[in-house]
């Protein structure tokens, strides 16, 4: 069992840089062993993965869109998981969720992850 407590989104202008943290507890399996993402919905769209994280840190995945503007990462020593935003636009607005899954590959589908946080809000102003 894992929960997911994200925190750092706000309002920004275009341009602008935010840094998210996900906060994890975990119980029966630590922390490392799950391979962490983050994914957001803006309003009336599908949730769509942004960034995926292996167990060690040592492999990571970006969606095309925030590809050479986010970076993910993890410290395993404190459960937390990252994800620095830079750049951002206007169409990075969206709730941004971390998520865990079980799997040692970073995948890319909703339905790949077996835990959720409540969620982000994170908008960016033009």
């Known amino acids: 069992q894992v929960q997911l407590v994200e925190s750092g989104g706000g309002l920004v202008q275009a341009g602008g840089s935010l840094r998210l943290s996900c906060a994890a507890s975990a119980s029966g399996r630590t922390f490392s062993t799950y391979t962490m993402a983050w994914f957001r919905q803006a309003p009336g769209k599908e949730r769509e993965f942004v960034a995926g994280?292996?167990?060690?840190?040592?492999?990571?995945y970006y969606a095309d869109s925030v590809k050479g503007r986010f970076t993910i990462s993890r410290d395993n020593a404190k459960n937390t998981v990252y994800l620095q935003m830079n750049s951002l636009k206007p169409e990075d607005t969206a709730v941004y969720y971390c998520?865990?899954?079980?799997?040692?590959?970073?995948?890319?589908?909703?339905?790949?992850?077996?835990?959720w946080g409540q969620g982000t809000q994170v908008t960016v102003s033009s």
């Open positions: 998520a865990a899954g079980r799997s040692m590959y970073v995948l890319t589908r909703v339905y790949r992850y077996d835990y």
């Open positions: 994280i292996s167990w060690s840190g040592g492999s990571t």
